[in-house]
């Protein structure tokens, strides 16, 4: 027989940026493993500098990096680790982006603009990342953007989960805040048990960013515990139009859950003032004390990640965590 047989076995390793260690370090007690030991730092310039303290020759490289405020300086830490790992001769890399960076920017609405949601999908690729894996893209078909594996990861169930316990779903309405989120309320409807839906008619002027007009209601909300469900929440206007609106069509009253909580400045003081009962958020990104008050309820997404990164390393079904719906 000619060649070479060997018996090495496989190799899981699991590498966090700086921009949300915390949730690295849960991700790792979920699959009982350490961290890789990395140092990082910046340079006086700016320069972010990288280098992994132990070997990740032939391992399976994890490189989990969340993409909060400073975004830019967080998605090229996340280039330079997978760029450092590349040329360690890692055997297989995947950029794990919890809320994926610039998702919104995922198709042009006029002439000249960018589609910068496939900038980085080619930034990561190019780096040497051989898959991504994320959480409620703002999209799903931005899945296409890259090429090669993609695991899109839901957090639904464990939202869904939660709010089950808030709300009596004989007297409830899942509500989306805009036309485009039906598809997603009616899933939230179904899973929990035929809930009726509604939507938020809503109208946004594409010359200013954060900036949307909710205008009225479509559907039955009058003495309902309204469940008005997004992917992202950033400065909260969308969602507290919607939850104005939803309160003044005679909703009881109103819980919000998403994925994302950005929550950039005047999110919170809006969000407050807004007549909300709840705010349901997973921990995607980072959620300083500034940024909590007492309406908000953060939700681990660990469990859901530790789990997707074990069936991908044991080249198992990431779909089958989520009953094949997705």
Not at 39 to 58: C, K, L, P, Q, W
Not at 74 to 103: F, G, H, N
Request: aromatic share 6%; with cysteine.
């Amino acid at each position: 027989m000619t060649g070479m047989q060997v018996s090495n076995d496989k190799r899981l390793v699991l590498v966090s940026g700086r921009a949300h260690p915390a949730l690295a370090k849960h991700v790792a007690e979920e699959l009982g493993i350490d961290l890789l030991p990395t140092t990082i730092y910046d340079f006086a310039n700016s320069e972010i500098y990288v280098r992994f303290e132990e070997s990740v020759r032939g391992a399976d490289v994890f490189i989990l990096q969340s993409h909060p405020d400073p975004i830019n300086k967080w998605l090229m830490e996340q280039l330079i680790m997978v760029d450092a790992a590349k040329r360690a001769s890692a055997k297989r890399i995947t950029a794990v982006a919890p809320c994926y960076p610039y998702a919104r920017q995922d198709k042009k609405h006029r002439g000249r603009e960018p589609v910068s949601a496939r900038l980085v999908a080619d930034l990561l690729k190019t780096a040497g990342a051989d898959r991504i894996m994320s959480v409620d893209l703002h999209a799903a078909q931005s899945q296409g953007f890259f090429d090669g594996p993609v695991d899109h990861l839901w957090a639904m169930p464990t939202l869904v989960e939660y709010v089950r316990t808030r709300i009596d779903t004989e007297n409830a309405v899942v509500v989306s805040p805009d036309a485009g989120r039906i598809k997603v309320a009616e899933q939230w409807g179904n899973r929990l048990g035929g809930v009726p839906l509604a939507f938020v008619h809503k109208t946004r002027d594409i010359n200013n960013p954060n900036k949307a007009t909710a205008n009225r209601v479509v559907g039955d909300v009058i003495g309902r515990t309204a469940v008005i469900v997004d992917d992202l929440i950033d400065t909260a206007g969308t969602i507290c139009g919607a939850v104005r609106v939803v309160l003044e069509a005679g909703a009881k009253d109103v819980i919000v859950a998403a994925t994302h909580g950005v929550l950039s400045d005047p999110a919170v003081a809006r969000l407050q003032e807004s007549g909300l009962r709840e705010l349901v958020i997973t921990d995607t990104l980072p959620i300083p004390p500034d940024k909590r008050f007492p309406q908000l309820t953060v939700l681990p997404i660990a469990p859901i990640l530790a789990r997707a990164i074990d069936e991908v390393f044991e080249d198992g079904s990431v779909t089958s965590l989520f009953d094949g719906a997705y």
